[in-house]
């Protein structure tokens, strides 16, 4: 089919609470599962196990949860972005939210690749003041370097935390909670997690929730 007639749209949506636990994986089946049962003329990859051309700009860790996760789908005909919603809003698990919809160019380049920071917001449960809060926010801004450890898959990789935090700040109280805000570095390079961040600031073990706001994108480069 000539490559003229697909079609690439770009779905922000949430993931909430009903799924959060779930993994990446169980993620995509679900949007798959969806736009199976919605009969969207999704395109295929090439070769001997044939996938539909999904992408989503970066995977949510479990027990997180996101209001602006990003999604690029290819389909084989073309459709206006308000019909495709629509037809497949009626087959979303709970949880699973289209927010919008709109049309990119074909041929840029993919989500992951234009990745560059993402946005959270983060509750914590604390009786401390908001000087209190603020300090710890502060220490962590001015440090020198915050070296961590990640392991992953029994190998445990040491890294500096430091460089991957673009601004940290105190919102407000939620009740006897803080909401904090942070920007964080997300692209092929590395990625800063928010729970290393309140680990980071002395807060790791303190009941809280983990909600992406949103993924922030550049030119392929920058």
């Known amino acids: ?48 196990n044939p996938r539909p051309k999904i992408t989503i700009a ?24 308000y019909n495709f919603a629509k037809r497949l809003k009626p087959h979303l698990p709970p949880g699973l ?44 801004l001015s440090a020198q370097s915050l070296p961590r450890r990640r392991e992953r898959k029994g190998k445990v990789t040491e890294y500096d935390l430091r460089p991957l935090i673009d601004d940290l700040w105190v919102e407000g109280r939620q009740g006897s909670a803080y909401v904090l805000g942070m920007r964080l570095q997300a692209d092929s390079q590395a990625t800063g997690r928010p729970d290393e961040v309140l680990e980071a600031m002395g807060l790791g073990d303190v009941p809280r929730s983990i909600e992406r706001t949103q993924c922030l994108f550049g030119e392929a480069g920058n």
């Open 1 to 48: 089919m000539p490559p003229e007639t697909r079609q690439r749209l770009r779905v922000t949506f949430a993931k909430g609470e009903p799924i959060k636990y779930i993994s990446h994986l169980d993620l995509m089946r679900a949007w798959e599962r969806a736009l199976r049962r919605a009969q969207v003329p999704l395109a295929y990859s090439e070769g001997f």
């Open 58 to 81: 970066a995977p949510l860790p479990v027990g997180f949860t996101g209001r602006g996760e990003v999604m690029d789908v290819v389909l084989l005909r073309r459709t206006s972005p």
């Open 97 to 140: 939210e289209i927010l919008s919809v709109e049309e990119v160019y074909l041929r840029l380049p993919s989500l992951p690749s234009q990745m560059r920071h993402a946005e959270y917001r983060v509750v914590v449960e604390s009786g401390e003041t908001l000087a209190e809060m603020e300090e710890r926010v502060e220490r962590v």
